[in-house]
């Protein structure tokens, strides 16, 4: 199977509003509820694709409840298995309030609950366990209060012991600490990349991640696709065509098709055009997070994968 | 005992953010969970003033969960009584952005669980049930989808054949109706009185409501204080002087006083000063909702109290 890790899990609201104004009071007229955070999207596509994978991290409270009764409740492909970590503290609230007329989201993040020094012992240990099945792991999105800046370098070493395949979907100072560990990979979008590296220009930034320790940077580069500079060269993905929709869970369906090619043991240029195909199918999708699977059939052929010498 | 009644209870979410930009993200700085919904907030203030006070209405899902959870865990006064009854659908979310700076909120509202016919059978009898040992009811707050517009004029009259006094506080096409079901007492807000009237000048719009078949109008003004049209006469009563603060919940804490008053038998000018000073009690409360004890004694005996001449 394949493991994915939420640390700080999310019960995803959207709530849909004629426009957003400032200081005055909203009617909500569609609430849609999902289950969130990083490692759980890329679960849910995981699953979607046919793959046994399992989620772990933290839930807790009746917010907690709430997404794990989500997750069970899908039914679209491989049910995804469910191995989160109790929490006292309750899971946090994320809510999307979308204009109804632009569509243009703005974003209310609650900032997670604080994890004891109990809850995160509790947690490596099932870590640990679940090593033992998994074939690679994700270690996806922001810490919550109370884990320790250095936790996914920690995560990281465990993997590595065990001999399991990481990849590492963080920012900031969690992702600085992580690569020290040197993950298998390693997936920043450019501006995490530019923050760790301090350099705006993806090619230099992305050998200068792997110098860091990180065996192969995969940068998502938005509307221009992926580039990936790994022990075997430089190459860079990209579309056919720029696609316009929502392009909320795009990074994490790229995340799992890397994971994916990494378990199916396909090449890089094969693994990269099927991250863009599903990140691109996931931006058209009407449903945030979801991916149109017609649309992942008939962009996978067109993708552009460049060498390094033609993509300079 | 005060019976409240709350159809729409909501879970109240209060998220403090640095100050609310549309279509960017926001790390909620603080988050405050409360148990929401006018007929909880007038139960727990009851419950503070030492009133034994029983809730019912409606409650489901995890969102109803933590509101029944909130409800128990309170614990300055008397303590509030749960009759709520349960719903498949889930109890709906209200949330209040706060901006840090200003101090300046936007409103964000779900609409609310849609009522069975089954449900709303079930809640017509543990009302009719719990009328038996009510000395008052209050009926409060918006309709939830699926409850016909005629609901409060249905409760008024189960009301006054158990010889129990009534007061409504709702607004709209629900409260035109319940009017007309003779209620013993409303207590609109100038826009709700203008709305159900037409007129916008506060004396002749309370005595029109009277008209249509309140027996006592009360009308909050705002910082104005309220004015009250009864069947011995009209009474102004306003706070010795304005008050600065979070108007969140004056309005209840208005109506509490004003059933307290009802089941201690005090005069309306009394009544009044109560329900004055309490209201301005709870805008100088720093959590919203909440009354500022000492400030609730001081300002007491400084409340105006005009007869209808001398207010003229």
Redesign the interface.
């Known amino acids: 199977m394949i493991l994915t890790v939420t640390l700080n899990t999310a019960l995803d609201?959207t709530?849909e509003?004629a426009a957003?104004?400032?200081?005055?009071?909203?009617?909500?007229?569609r609430?849609v509820e999902r289950p969130g955070g990083k490692g759980l999207n890329v679960a849910r596509v995981l699953g979607a694709l046919g793959h046994e994978t399992v989620v772990t991290g933290f839930a807790g409270?009746?917010?907690g409840?709430?997404v794990r009764a989500l997750l069970a409740a899908r039914t679209a492909g491989q049910p995804v298995r469910d191995a989160l970590v109790p929490t006292t503290g309750a899971t946090r609230?994320t809510?999307a309030?979308v204009?109804a007329s632009s569509g243009?989201?703005?974003?209310?993040?609650?900032?997670g609950p604080a994890i004891t020094p109990g809850e995160w012992a509790a947690f490596t240990t099932r870590f640990t366990e679940l090593l033992g099945d998994a074939r690679a792991v994700a270690l996806c999105g922001s810490l919550p209060p109370g884990i320790h800046v250095g936790a996914y370098a920690e995560l990281v070493r465990l993997a590595r012991a065990a001999g399991v395949p990481v990849l590492l979907d963080t920012s900031g100072e969690p992702l600085r600490r992580g690569i020290a560990a040197r993950p298998d990979v390693i997936k920043p979008n450019a501006e995490e990349l530019a923050q760790l590296t301090g350099s705006r220009e993806p090619h230099r930034a992305a050998r200068d991640a792997r110098r860091r320790g990180a065996h192969t940077v995969v940068a998502s580069l938005g509307p221009d696709g992926l580039l990936a500079a790994t022990p075997d060269g430089l190459w860079q993905a990209a579309p056919p065509a720029p696609v316009r929709g929502n392009p909320t869970g795009a990074g994490d369906s790229a995340v799992a098709a890397l994971l994916a090619g990494l378990v199916d043991g396909t090449d890089w240029p094969d693994r990269l055009a099927h991250a863009v195909a599903l990140s691109a199918a996931t931006v058209l999708s009407p449903v945030a997070g979801e991916f149109d699977e017609p649309a992942y059939r008939e962009l996978l052929p067109r993708v552009t994968v460049q060498t390094p010498a033609t993509a300079a």
């Open positions: 609201l709530y509003v957003l104004t400032p200081h005055s009071s909203h009617r909500v007229s609430v409270g009746t917010t409840e709430t609230r809510i309030v204009d243009d989201t703005t974003q209310l993040n609650e900032p």
